[in-house]
């Protein structure tokens, strides 16, 4: 079973999710997964494309006039009219980055194939080389796929049932609507966020198999009286080792081409996504400082509070975890160089000496990083910025709204 075969059920529901434009056939003579070229997936998603950026372009014109009357209308419940500014951008932001998931999916669909090709020479060199047992190793991989995709789901389900059910105890509120309307472009960036975790996973579990093979490798002679009563044993010894050292380097070469093939791939997805998830925690975060700025204490004001709370545990899910996984994923390459410098050597050996200076320059100069779009590397001091951007855009919401509420009361004295 190689690692297409594994991730079959993904690719499925990717392909209805117009993420995966490629068809997956059985070769006549093998186990394995081949990918090829469908014409009528593509058509489906060039068609879904137009017809969610139609709908997109209708909506910046239709529902901007749907927000002013909103805000005219509830001017004397005292909610802001940046409220519904903020809602409709954030509306607009979901539907940016399910486009931008969408275009990307089409658009970098032989980078996604090139991804799985340097993936199967990785397995095949691990197999060969390494003696890595590669089926057990993606049958692993398959379990705990299944298993974030169900615990993903879970935690989707739960919140999306808790914001409708908050929402729906509104006197006449028109949230149902707005609801429908944000939900499925959610499901579908969502679904590409689990398709970036599943590609950085990969990647971590064969760098963490380098490390294994690293930390058991033994170089280092034995001394002289051994050397004379092993010395073939043990020249036989040295020189498979070294072959696993060089196998070592030239896998990990490949896992720095197939990282740069996952920022191809999916860099611009990170990017928007990420932007959409900042907008979406800033204007929750934001309705939630209006609920305490109006509330009187009962329990439908409470459980709006924990609503804007609950919507916005998404998007800090998925921006934790794509941080963190990339983070870690990033820091099995600084073991590896940590680890190479721990093997025991002989430091008379020539061939030794230089395979290891050549292999710490390696790691030196292709070190792993996932870029968003090169605009920005993913990893957890993304976190530290996206909560001071978010601290400062809501403190200028507040000053606008202050603003706003002091222009009111001005007219209503007037």
């Known amino acids: 079973m190689d690692t297409l075969r594994a991730l079959k059920p993904l690719h499925r529901v990717c392909q209805v999710c117009n993420l995966w434009p490629w068809r997956l056939v059985p070769p006549p003579d093998t186990e394995g997964v081949l990918l090829r070229r469908s014409r009528w997936l593509e058509l489906y998603g060039w068609t879904v494309l137009t017809a969610a950026s139609g709908f997109t372009a209708y909506g910046l014109f239709q529902e901007s006039s749907v927000q002013v009357a909103n ?29 931008a998931a969408l275009l990307e999916a089409l658009w970098q669909r032989q980078v996604q194939r090139e991804f799985f090709a340097e993936l199967g020479e990785i397995d095949h060199q691990l197999a060969k080389a390494l003696r890595v047992d590669v089926e057990a190793m993606r049958l692993q991989m398959r379990r705990q796929t299944t298993r974030r995709a169900v615990w993903m789901l879970w935690g989707y389900a739960v919140s999306q049932i808790l914001i409708l059910g908050a929402k729906l105890l509104a006197p006449g509120t028109s949230f149902p609507v707005y609801w429908i309307c944000y939900l499925l472009p959610l499901l579908v960036c969502g679904l590409r966020y689990f398709q970036i975790f599943t590609a950085t996973q990969i990647v ?9 093979a690293l930390q058991q490798l033994q170089l280092q002679q034995k001394s ?60 929750n975060c934001y309705w939630m400082f209006l609920n305490f ?64 200076t050549q292999f710490s320059l390696q790691l030196l100069h292709q070190r792993l990083h996932f870029s968003a779009a090169g605009f920005f590397n993913v990893d957890c001091t993304l976190l530290y ?30």
């Open 71 to 99: 805000s005219v209308a509830d001017s004397e419940s005292a909610i802001s009219s940046i409220g519904h500014t903020v809602d409709f951008i954030q509306l607009v932001g979901m539907r940016v980055a399910h486009l």
């Open 204 to 212: 971590r579990q064969r760098l963490e198999v380098l490390l294994v």
């Open 224 to 283: 002289s009286s051994e050397e004379e009563e092993e010395s073939q044993s043990q020249s036989d010894v040295e020189e498979a080792a070294m072959e696993q050292l060089i196998a070592v380097r030239l896998v990990y070469q490949r896992v720095w081409a197939l990282v740069a093939l996952l920022n191809r791939c999916y860099g611009l997805s990170m990017l928007i996504q990420v932007g959409n998830d900042f907008l979406a925690i800033t204007s």
């Open 293 to 356: 700025r109006q509330s009187a204490a009962s329990p439908y004001d409470i459980l709006q509070i924990v609503a804007s709370a609950v919507w916005s545990a998404p998007h800090l899910g998925n921006v934790l975890v794509l941080s963190l996984l990339c983070d870690r994923t990033a820091q099995c390459a600084t073991r590896l160089a940590l680890c190479l410098h721990q093997v025991s050597v002989d430091l008379r050996n020539e061939c030794h000496n230089a395979l290891i």
């Open 385 to 414: 910025t996206i909560v001071g951007a978010t601290t400062t855009y809501l403190i200028i919401l507040i000053q606008f709204h202050m603003s706003e509420s002091t222009m009111g009361g001005g007219s209503n004295g007037e």
